[in-house]
């Protein structure tokens, strides 16, 4: 306990100068205390190879280019899975503000966001990505599909339903494990 109170300021701020928000710092910090405690019962401390500061500095580094990677699979800006994620999610979820709690809904939103595109027509989707995904303006839109920009509209509001739709199938499916979000 000690160890982690003394080095969890320093990889927090070590994490926050590589631009990490502060639920991927948190997974710097567990990631980091997690492999430190599995390996530090076999570290052998010998000044002729590294110092425990060189050695807790690589960990920390790996843990960064590991969490790096895992905001790579994201097809979607984080702001905007957020956005998305406050017009899906009831009030009451969104306010647990824990970092596996704000993950889980966060790959949950993009679960919903892939059953979504299976189930729709190519150009309506590339619309609905470009409008309200990545945040270009309708009339742009409107322009590089060929559509009018109040059907760029029309296509955002259907798909925002539909979204809703599949996340209420997800909730009764059991997706949200024991208990129902949107229960009180």
């Given at each position: 306990m000690a160890f982690h109170n003394r080095c969890s300021p320093l990889i927090s701020a070590y994490a926050r100068r590589a631009g990490f928000s502060d639920s991927e710092i948190d997974k710097v910090i567990q990631g980091t205390m997690i492999k430190v405690s599995r390996h530090i019962p076999s570290f052998k401390y010998d000044p002729s190879v590294c110092r425990l500061r060189t050695w807790l500095s690589r960990i920390v580094n790996q843990r960064i280019i590991e969490v790096r990677h895992q905001r790579k699979k994201?097809?979607?800006?984080?702001?905007t899975?957020?956005?998305?994620r406050n017009t899906l999610v009831p009030e009451t979820l969104v306010a647990d503000s824990s970092p596996a709690a704000s993950e889980a809904i966060t790959a949950l939103t993009e679960c919903c966001l892939?059953?979504?595109?299976?189930?729709?027509?190519?150009l309506h989707w590339q619309v609905f990505e470009s409008h309200h995904l990545l945040g270009s303006p309708a009339a742009e839109?409107?322009?590089?599909?060929?559509?009018?920009?109040g059907n760029v509209r029309i296509i955002t509001?259907?798909?925002?339903?539909?979204?809703r739709r599949e996340w209420n199938r997800?909730?009764?499916e059991g997706l949200?494990?024991?208990?129902?979000?949107?229960?009180?």
């Open positions: 994201s097809l979607y800006p984080l702001e899975l957020v956005h998305l892939a059953r979504v595109r299976s189930q729709a027509k190519v839109v409107g322009r590089r599909f060929d559509v009018s920009s509001f259907r798909f925002k339903w539909m979204l997800m909730q009764k949200f494990g024991e208990t129902s979000p949107n229960d009180p």
